[in-house]
């Protein structure tokens, strides 16, 4: 359980304590319930001081729009860097250019690790961050540029990995889907230049992404994180859409598959396997607690369902019908998922 | 926190740069591979430093066959493909040929294209004659005059073929077999298409600054040369540039 768990546990256990309706059957003495009101006081207060954890609802809606904010101003920063460079640089001789792409992440790695020193909570340790990772694609990028270097898939190990190591470093979720998207990007390119294929090549044959999706989402199995309780979920779902994106575009166009099958059936194969492993995230995300996958997995067994029926029925049959029994189709989904949630509820 | 992981980060950027700045001076150092001086055909930018962008980047323009005529007539055919690594077993007109060749993915080659020189002249020829009947009579002579005229799997074996550097740019570029036919009354025929020859050319400072005062309203365009190196590794860079009248 991370900090914010336990603070969100005792915040509800003190809330529902104070009910009317919970003392009615619960009857605490009052030295019980001053002890236990003295001793969430001072946990809450402990997790605060050393986490910065929210206490009370109105602290996380406020966080919530830190959050958006910061991010917003991350990628704001961003664009800013990168179009004040590429307004100037033309007027700037070589060895100037270079020195500032390169300073340029330096100094914004510099700027995160200071406020990281003095921020417990991390949004603007995170907006420099991003800022730094910003900065390196653009070092990379123009040192190609200035001495025109045929263009490798080398770099995306290297933004990948400086992700990585920032991530890890201020527990930054944003920058480890980034960063496990541009590894995951590298791996296949690498194979497919390995191949003796184009690099860039590399989202071609989809088959690499199921094999790296379904790897990324099992890391959290291998290796625990003891300290980023929130980095799993964040494997898990970057796995999992990756997994998933890469069988729909299959299923819609089998022809870039690698089995040696005509493409029509290749695109049955997939759809009958998409809606298969929808279906199955759906039911492992419901029995491990896992929301994440089990709106992801909604969510694709919905879109692979439909494309399927769109194939099936589109060109036949009237457009009214067509929607009217893609709406009659949404309401048994529901019934079904109310079935299945009640079956889920705890008996009386 | 400890500190590995702030210097692992730290490392990360010192190490790519360091690499890069290796690898280009390496392709710097030797004598060059290429060395030719190509005009505003060849060379086209399509914005000389504009307010967003105060980069000078020069695009290469390149001539292949297949612009104009058909497959028959260019020397990436069957055989060429073949030797290529492609998988040419499958008889074009056969009704699985399409799936067949469209499965199979580019493939990374060296190109050798020629400046003004012998396969120019033929595609001249063999542009005017299909294209100024059409009363285009200024397409075909205006065109670049760097024309794709080989490919092969290693750029030494290329450049022992055309040994001029003077005249002939070896570069990399990727092939796709298609599966083609100019015209439908025609039977399908294996050909290849050219694609990804890295064109971009950054041009520094000072000779960036010769191409801010070019007028870029005149009509015609203004012309110009270009001095250009290629190095060890097919990168090139500019060695000077003169502005015309």
Redesign the interface.
């Known amino acids: 359980m991370n900090p914010q768990e336990a603070a969100d546990r005792i915040r509800v256990l003190r809330q529902e304590l104070s009910s009317e309706e919970v003392q009615s059957v619960l009857a605490l003495t009052p030295d019980q319930l001053s002890r236990f009101d003295d001793w969430s006081r001072e946990k809450l207060a402990a997790l605060a001081q050393q986490f910065d954890v929210d206490t009370s609802l109105s602290q996380k809606r406020v966080s919530w729009g830190m959050r958006i904010v910061s991010t917003l101003g991350g990628f704001a920063l961003c664009a800013a860097v990168v179009?004040f460079f590429?307004?100037?640089?033309?007027?700037?001789?070589?060895p100037v250019q270079?020195i500032i792409v390169?300073l340029t992440?330096?100094v914004a790695?510099a700027g995160a690790?200071l406020v990281?020193r003095r921020e417990r909570t991390r949004y603007i340790t995170g907006l420099l961050a991003l800022v730094a990772v910003a900065s390196?694609i653009l070092?990379?990028s123009v040192?190609?540029?200035?001495?025109?270097?045929?263009?490798t898939e080398?770099?995306l190990l290297?933004w990948g990995?400086?992700a990585m190591?920032?991530a890890?470093?201020y527990g930054l979720r944003l920058l480890l889907a980034l960063g496990l998207l541009l590894l995951i990007s590298y791996a296949a390119a690498t194979y497919t230049?390995e191949m003796?294929?184009?690099w860039?090549?590399f989202y071609?044959?989809p088959e690499h992404f199921l094999l790296l999706g379904a790897l990324v989402f099992a890391v959290p199995f291998v290796r625990p994180h003891v300290r980023n309780l929130d980095f799993p979920p964040v494997y898990r779902l970057v796995g999992a859409l990756v997994f998933f994106i890469a069988m729909l575009s299959l299923a819609e166009g089998g022809?870039p598959s690698y089995l040696p099958w005509?493409?029509k059936n290749i695109e049955r194969l997939y759809e009958i396997a998409g809606l298969t492993f929808s279906a199955g995230a759906i039911w492992f995300g419901i029995t491990r607690s896992w929301n994440g996958i089990v709106n992801t997995g909604a969510a694709f067994f919905t879109v692979f369902l439909f494309t399927r029926l769109y194939h099936w029925w589109w060109d036949w049959m009237p457009k009214y019908l067509f929607f009217a029994l893609i709406g009659a189709l949404g309401i048994a989904l529901v019934l079904v998922f109310q079935r299945m949630r009640k079956k889920m509820e705890v008996p009386a | 926190m400890n500190r590995l992981s702030l210097i692992s980060a730290a490392l990360v950027i010192v190490v790519a740069n360091t690499f890069a700045l290796v690898h280009s001076e390496r392709n710097r150092a030797d004598s060059p591979e290429a060395e030719l001086t190509l005009t505003n055909r060849e060379l086209q930018s399509y914005n000389y430093s504009s307010p967003d962008d105060s980069g000078v980047t020069l695009h290469l323009v390149w001539t292949f066959w297949r612009t104009h005529v058909s497959y028959e007539t260019s020397w990436l055919d069957r055989n060429k493909l073949q030797t290529l690594g492609f998988d040419c077993s499958r008889d074009p007109a056969s009704p699985d040929a399409e799936r067949f060749y469209q499965r199979q993915r580019p493939r990374k080659v060296f190109v050798a294209l020629e400046y003004d020189g012998a396969a120019w002249r033929q595609w001249l020829e063999s542009c005017e004659s299909s294209i100024a009947p059409h009363g285009q009579f200024n397409y075909c002579p205006n065109s670049s005059h760097l024309v794709v005229m080989d490919a092969d799997l290693d750029p030494i074996k290329l450049r022992a073929l055309h040994p001029d550097r003077a005249t002939v740019v070896i570069l990399p570029a990727l092939i796709r077999i298609t599966n083609w036919t100019p015209d439908p009354q025609y039977p399908r025929q294996l050909g290849g298409q050219i694609e990804q020859i890295p064109t971009a050319i950054h041009v520094p400072l000072p000779f960036s600054d010769e191409f801010r005062r070019l007028n870029r309203s005149s009509q015609p365009p203004q012309p110009f040369r270009v001095h250009l190196r290629y190095g060890a590794f097919l990168e090139p860079w500019v060695t000077g540039v003169e502005l015309g009248q």
Do not use: C, K, Q
């Open positions: 179009l590429m307004r100037y640089w033309g007027y700037l001789n070589t270079l390169i992440p330096l790695l690790e990281a390196f070092n990379l040192v190609g540029d200035i001495f025109n270097i045929t263009s080398r770099a290297a990995a400086f190591l920032l890890y470093r230049s003796g294929y184009h860039l090549e071609d044959r022809v005509d493409a």
